[in-house]
């Protein structure tokens, strides 16, 4: 490895990896790898925007097989008067990851992810999604021109699966996935067992089955470092855990006075056991209602107790309610529509602002992770009065536009 500028190293027993394979399992002890890196932190190119700023800290050997939608490069965005005053902090702000090409984080993982399979010469990706991510490689397959096959939840979002397959990816629904913790871990142990032995990319975004493509993720860190020098504390939604992971690894090399807390639904308490040092999952079905954080067994565990233990963060659990509130008030109050998963830092920082966690000289960046638009049964519910019902938009003839203008507007 002496003149490697990165290289993986296994978790468990420490031996040093080539790159190359996607067999992402220590072949000494069956352990879990890590990409590390010759340079202790990540300076950005000069001259390039967005995720490949980072090149130099993504594990990619050419600039020629980079896959990209302009990714990354998100911007932040500061929060209004009313939710900076319930906050009590110096100052609050969104990181934007909704803003990426197909409106979540996942595009980092999945342009590192093709990326990466072009350089190998690989046929295609396979993966597991709870639709973000699978929109995300549906995206920069067909870029690539690869072809991708997903295993969904039985209940995705109607609106991540129509973008998955209006963008070519080729789906199946698999009873169980997501919801059930074993039936999870079940279905990506195989999809990269069989990633693994067919030379296919496997996309399941998670650092335990694709710790190269995971480090797209890590770069959200390095953003919010660069942007932001004055952070101190970071929000970040849990749901399998390979987001918080990677942004813990991010925030290590480059900015590790920065305090990351975990947010995650009452409903998928995976991370509470975790930090008590039970990896196995939740015993029975996942409970939440909320997209994307469906994940009944984390696929970081350790990755995302680091992150929360080397920091100095903490965990904090929140219910759907609470992330519901915390949709609209973004919605409302600033503009910003993110889908539940996306307003979950915010619910998680408003928790701990009414519990006193929050200190006045606090720089407060919450992770908002999808758009809005990926969940319109979230949208219909902030629409909804005490009843449930949805109010209707009026229809009007083309004589009743006067009457409508000479109304207060
Ligand atoms: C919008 C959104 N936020 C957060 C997450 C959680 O990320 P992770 O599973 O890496 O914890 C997901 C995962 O699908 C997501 O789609």
């Known amino acids: 490895m002496d003149d490697a500028t990165w290289w993986l190293r296994c978790r468990s027993c420490a031996v040093l990896r080539v790159p190359g394979s996607v067999d992402y399992v220590c072949a000494g002890c069956g352990g879990?790898?890590?990409v590390e890196y010759a340079a202790p932190s990540a300076t950005p190119r000069a001259g390039i925007t967005g995720l490949w700023r980072w090149g130099d800290r993504l594990p990619l050997r050419s600039a020629a097989h980079i896959i990209t939608l302009g990714e990354g490069g998100t911007p932040q965005v500061r929060l209004g008067t009313r939710i900076h005053q319930e906050l009590g902090v110096?100052?609050?702000?969104?990181?934007?990851?909704?803003?990426?090409p197909t409106g979540s984080?996942?595009?980092?993982?999945?342009s590192v992810a093709v990326s990466l399979a072009a350089e190998r010469g690989l046929s295609g990706l396979a993966g597991t999604s709870s639709g973000n991510g699978g929109a995300a490689a549906a995206a920069y397959t067909a870029r690539s021109g690869m072809p991708l096959t997903?295993?969904?939840?039985?209940?995705?979002a109607p609106q991540k699966l129509l973008q998955i397959r209006a963008l070519g990816g080729r789906v199946l629904l698999v009873q169980g996935l997501g919801h059930d913790g074993s039936?999870?871990?079940r279905a990506a142990t195989?999809?990269?067992?069989?990633?693994a032995e067919k030379g296919v990319m496997p996309f399941l975004t998670g650092g335990r089955y694709s710790p190269e493509a995971m480090e797209g993720a890590v770069t959200i860190a390095y953003e919010i470092a660069e942007d932001r020098p004055a952070t101190t504390v970071v929000y970040c939604p849990v749901g399998g855990g390979g987001l918080l992971s990677a942004?813990?690894?991010?925030?290590?090399?480059?900015?590790?006075?920065?305090?990351?807390?975990?947010?995650q639904p009452r409903g998928c308490a995976t991370l509470s056991r975790a930090m008590r040092g039970d990896f196995s999952g939740l015993p029975g079905p996942v409970t939440t209602g909320v997209s994307g954080l469906q994940v009944g067994v984390l696929f970081d565990g350790p990755g995302s107790v680091e992150a929360i233990t080397q920091s100095g963060g903490h965990l904090t659990e929140v219910d759907d309610d609470a992330i519901a509130a915390a949709q609209r008030l973004l919605a409302r109050?600033?503009?910003?529509?993110?889908?539940?998963?996306?307003?979950?830092?915010?619910?998680?920082?408003?928790?701990?602002?009414?519990?006193?966690l929050l200190r006045s000289d606090d720089h407060v960046v919450l992770v908002a992770t999808g758009a809005g638009w990926k969940d319109t049964a979230s949208l219909q519910h902030l629409l909804s009065d005490a009843g449930g019902l949805v109010p209707s938009v009026p229809v009007i003839t083309i004589d009743e536009i006067e009457e409508v203008l000479g109304e207060r507007l």
């Open 105 to 110: 984080f996942k595009d980092r993982i999945a």
């Open 190 to 195: 195989a999809v990269a067992r069989h990633s």
């Open 90 to 100: 110096a100052s609050a702000e969104v990181k934007c990851e909704h803003l990426n």
């Open 183 to 185: 039936a999870t871990m």
């Open 247 to 263: 942004i813990g690894r991010g925030f290590r090399a480059q900015a590790p006075h920065v305090r990351l807390v975990g947010v």
């Open 32 to 34: 879990e790898l890590v």
């Open 333 to 356: 109050e600033e503009g910003i529509l993110v889908e539940p998963a996306g307003a979950t830092a915010l619910a998680g920082a408003l928790a701990d602002a009414a519990r006193g």
């Open 150 to 156: 997903l295993f969904s939840l039985s209940d995705v």
